[in-house]
C-alpha cells in the first residue's frame, strides 16, 4: 500500500509500478534509524532475480536498479526515489 506522496513521487522520478513490486520481492531492506524501513537492490538483489526471471529480462530493468522506496514498519510507502550515493550499512 503506497501513501498519496509516494504515488506523486514515483510519477515525478519515472519509477514504474514494477519496480515497486520487485523491491518488494527481492529488495534488502535496513533500518534507517528513524522508525522507517528503506528497501534498495544491491547485488544479491539482483543475482535473486536472475536466477527467478532470466538475465535478459534483468538486464533490461538496470536502468531501475539504483530505485530505492522507504517504508514504515507496518509496510505502508512513504516515498521512492534514485541512490544518488551508496547506502552505508552498519
Known amino acids: 500500500m ?17 519496480i515497486d513490486q520487485l523491491l518488494d520481492l527481492y ?3 535496513q533500518h ?3 522508525g522507517n524501513v528503506v528497501v534498495y537492490m544491491n547485488k544479491r538483489s539482483i543475482r535473486c532475480m536472475q536466477r527467478d526471471l532470466g538475465c535478459r529480462p534483468v538486464s533490461r530493468l538496470a536502468e531501475w536498479f539504483n530505485a530505492y522506496k522507504v517504508k514504515t514498519t507496518d509496510g505502508r510507502t512513504i ?4 541512490r544518488t550515493q551508496r547506502v552505508w550499512r552498519k
Open 2 to 18: 503506497n501513501t498519496k506522496h509516494a504515488e506523486i513521487r514515483a510519477a515525478q522520478r519515472g519509477i514504474p509500478p514494477m
Open 27 to 29: 529488495g534488502q531492506e
Open 32 to 34: 534507517d534509524g528513524r
Open 79 to 82: 516515498t521512492v526515489g534514485h
